[in-house]
């Protein structure tokens, strides 16, 4: 294992039954290190998250920890809305794991300050909003301070004030020192948090600033390299001025579109042939403002 890795995967696989979700995912996550978890629905992040955290058993590989008291904190994708209050719910979790009374107390009063959830310490959670409980979901997972945060789609379904309220609140958490792992559906987390980015696909897991830098490239024998092993044909890089939420909408329909930040708030996407036509038609009803086009014809 690598010195400086707080937690680090080899050659992870797991099944469910005679299915295998994830195949031979190799990772290491330093400290202080962001990374972001993509796929589509069912491609197996949260297994893999959950095997991070600890939770599940895998099929076959290593899970090594950087020391035996690492401590990791994980959010799930939702937390219920309990009959129960805020105050009630960590108190609760706290004794689950033997925390002394007095620090349990201290730290409650911490975390509802550090989130803004004050006023509603002593409100029932059933009267609590999607971002609400959210953001008890991170304090549970930050109630022990750990040096890693396993967070599965922090930010899915949430309205805009709630995004940034969290957002700001994992910054600093991120600047404190914690390594952050996330499954994202997007790339606003990984924009404002930075890191480094991989996709699950047909349950292995791929490095997509590789994939990225490759595209990227402005010789077009590395493009042809890089889309090799997606199909062969043309791809197109586009330089789009675009808000966030468009951001958002066109990564969720096309999610292998590669999207890299530029200066000026610019953004560049490298489409493949077979997106760019519905891409375009999008960006028309979305009216996205296309600064230049460029076509990249790949040898076959
Ligand atoms: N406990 C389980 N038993 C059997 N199959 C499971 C179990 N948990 C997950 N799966 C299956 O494993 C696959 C991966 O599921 P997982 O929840 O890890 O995907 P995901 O990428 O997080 O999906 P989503 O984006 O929809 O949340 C899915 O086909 C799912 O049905």
């Not at 799930?76 to 209050?85: F, I, V």
């Given at each position: 294992m690598n010195r400086d890795s707080l937690i680090t995967l080899k050659k992870i696989s797991k099944r469910y039954g005679s299915r295998e979700v994830l195949s031979n995912i190799s990772l290491s996550l330093r400290q202080g290190e962001c990374i972001m978890i993509r796929g589509s629905n069912g491609s197996g992040k949260s297994t893999l998250?959950?095997?991070?955290?600890?939770?599940?058993?895998?099929?076959?590989?290593?899970?090594?920890?950087?020391?035996?008291?690492?401590?990791?904190?994980?959010?799930?994708?939702?937390?219920?809305?309990?009959?129960?209050?805020?105050t009630e719910y960590l108190t609760h979790m706290g004794r689950l794991s033997r925390m002394p009374k007095e620090q349990l107390q201290t730290r409650i009063e911490q975390l509802h300050a550090f989130f803004n959830l004050e006023q509603s310490k002593s409100l029932k959670m059933t009267h609590f909003s999607k971002g609400m409980l959210q953001k008890v979901n991170l304090m549970q997972a930050t109630l022990h301070d750990p040096e890693l945060l396993v967070l599965d789609e922090p930010l899915s379904g949430l309205d805009k004030e709630s995004v940034q309220h969290l957002l700001s609140s994992l910054q600093q958490i991120k600047a404190a020192g914690t390594s952050i792992l996330a499954a994202v559906h997007d790339t606003l987390l990984a924009s404002e948090l930075g890191g480094t980015t991989f996709w699950i696909k047909q349950g292995r897991l791929e490095n997509s600033n590789m994939q990225a830098a490759a595209l990227h490239s402005s010789q077009l024998s590395s493009v042809a390299a890089a889309q090799k092993s997606v199909e062969k044909g043309a791809v197109f890089e586009l330089l789009l001025e675009l808000s966030e939420q468009q951001l958002q909408h066109l990564t969720h329909l096309f999610p292998e579109v590669v999207w890299s930040k530029e200066r000026h708030g610019l953004m560049t996407a490298i489409v493949l042939q077979k997106d760019y036509y519905s891409l375009m038609s999008e960006m028309v009803q979305q009216k996205i403002e296309m600064i230049s086009l460029q076509r990249k014809e790949v040898a076959k």
């Open positions: 998250l959950k095997i991070v955290a600890g939770l599940i058993p895998f099929t076959a590989g290593e899970r090594q920890l950087a020391h035996a008291k690492l401590v990791i904190g994980y959010a799930p994708d939702h937390l219920a809305r309990l009959r129960m209050t805020s």
